[in-house]
């Protein structure tokens, strides 16, 4: 059955908190630094972590934005489990993928149906064991889900003399991978945690632990990378685009001012919905779930759901359009467009990409497009030449979102940089999805490599692993001691 990140939270709120949190403050006082599952008696032998209760910061400083916007305050809701240490030298960062939010493991009540969307991979004796560290995973802004984001009030609609506050809507800034990581940052330091044991993330998550490396080099040991990519090809950006127009053109969408008039853009958001759903299957795994099935079992000749698999992309997209924002759909495919982590790092002048144009015409000119791939393969390894930690990259055989090739130029660029990586390449029939399922040697791998020893002397400049085309589906690691 296919795992899709799905979240209660309603996305259209009332201008009323919709989440439960601690009591709201500056202080480090306010923050519970612990998980509350076991007082609740609700830690067991599969290990669940229980009850959990998201908690919020409020950040009263400005945050300017890559976009060159300002934020002049900025709340960020998050959810914790297990116990930060003495030191505070056990705490994971858990980055989250594009619809998902802070609540990543545990139930939120004891008549929750559904439990965080990364249960089978945090909690005590999983692959990340909150035995043995301090779990924290953070709503980022621009999200529907608590933190300041285009569904919270514009502080600018309180101060002005409108009677009736509004909320941001589509006047919320655009934000980046790297705006993301910024304010992840800031709550690191609210919260006394200098180095993270390690940064984790899939999809988009992976993108934000990416960044993390390359912007925070000195704030974390361990970088794990799961079913990402360097930078989004022009295919996953046209289906980005796809997506954004189908709510665009809505006539709900109201140019985004859909809240203040009373609906939303229920139709853009399915089809969007739909079109990412058949991107994060394979041919194979949908043709195991539905085949050709007919949901009535004859032909209806008419335009109402006749397959099962029209009727089961129509639920996902309906349940999709109750519990998601359309600005934040829109605002968050667009950071993952701009996605760049070379970006401000690169040798490559304009003039000297221009150069193998010009030649195009030549007959004997080099090809152009293998000239602009060296650029960018040099871009990259300028971009980690930095990075302090240690990296563990995943990929899916079956991934053709981001396919295991995108993840394998991630791995050279940090072998070509004398960076200790470990690369797994997980044979499995989910496609981008995968990285939800609990695969025993997925799992093992992240397990294995959190819980190694911390290689603090320098890799030798020769090449630890290679990742040539007669390797590509076998393990190949670098001697972090981690057991893939």
């Not at 919709?18 to 202080?27: C, L, Q």
């Not at 559904?114 to 953070?138: E, H, Q, R, Y």
């Not at 709550?187 to 934000?208: E, F, P, T």
């Not at 040798?347 to 015409?361: D, G, H, Y």
Request: with cysteine; hydrophobic share 35%; net charge negative.
């Amino acid at each position: 059955m296919t795992v899709v990140c799905e979240v209660a939270l309603r996305a259209r709120p009332d201008l009323s908190s919709e989440h439960t949190t601690t009591e709201r403050s500056t202080t480090d006082n306010a923050i519970t630094l612990s998980n509350q599952a076991e007082s609740a008696g609700l830690v067991d032998e599969v290990g669940s972590v229980g009850i959990v209760t998201p908690q919020a910061l409020h950040f009263a400083e400005p945050l300017t934005l890559e976009c060159n916007r300002t934020l002049p305050e900025f709340e960020l809701v998050f959810e914790t489990y297990g116990t930060l240490n003495a030191d505070k030298s056990n705490a994971i960062l858990i980055c989250h993928a594009l619809s998902a939010s802070h609540h990543a493991a545990g139930l939120h009540n004891a008549d929750d149906e559904k439990a965080g969307w990364w249960d089978n991979m945090i909690g005590p004796n999983k692959a990340i064991d909150t035995n043995k560290f301090f779990v924290l995973c953070v709503n980022n802004i621009g999200s529907c889900f608590g933190s300041t984001g285009p569904t919270t009030i514009n502080p600018d609609s309180v101060s002005s003399n409108d009677s009736d506050p509004q909320v941001y809507g589509p006047d919320f800034p655009l934000v980046t991978i790297k705006d993301w990581v910024k304010t992840q940052a800031l709550l690191s330091d609210r919260l006394g945690i200098d180095i993270w044991h390690a940064i984790v993330g899939g999809s988009m998550g992976g993108m934000q632990a990416l960044q993390w490396s390359v912007d925070y080099p000195e704030r974390l040991k361990r970088c794990v990378v799961i079913a990402s990519t360097p930078k989004l090809s022009a295919q996953n950006i046209g289906f980005n685009e796809v997506a954004r127009q189908s709510i665009l053109s809505d006539p709900d969408f109201k140019e985004g001012h859909y809240l203040q008039a009373g609906t939303y853009p229920r139709r853009g958001l399915i089809l969007a919905r739909m079109v990412g759903h058949i991107t994060y299957l394979t041919e194979d795994a949908m043709k195991a779930k539905f085949g050709r099935d007919l949901k009535s079992g004859k032909f209806n000749y008419g335009y109402n759901v006749e397959f099962q698999v029209e009727s089961y992309l129509r639920y996902q997209g309906e349940r999709f359009s109750e519990n998601f924002d359309a600005n934040t759909y829109l605002l968050m495919t667009k950071a993952l467009d701009y996605f760049d982590p070379t970006r401000g790092r690169s040798t490559a002048t304009q003039s000297e990409v221009e150069k193998p144009l010009a030649r195009t015409n030549n007959p004997l000119a080099g090809n152009t497009s293998n000239d602009n791939s060296h650029h960018e393969k040099n871009d990259l390894k300028i971009a980690f030449a930095h990075s302090q930690c240690q990296y563990l990259v995943v990929s899916f055989t079956s991934d053709w979102r981001f396919a295991p090739e995108r993840s394998q130029e991630i791995v050279d660029a940090l072998m070509a940089t004398g960076k200790p990586v470990s690369y797994v390449n997980i044979d499995a029939p989910h496609g981008h999805d995968s990285f939800l399922f609990d695969i025993p040697r997925y799992m093992g791998a992240v397990r294995g490599f959190l819980t190694a020893p911390f290689i603090n002397t320098p890799l030798m400049n020769a090449p630890l692993i290679s990742t040539d085309d007669d390797a590509k589906n076998a393990t190949v690691t670098a001697p972090t001691g981690a057991r893939l």
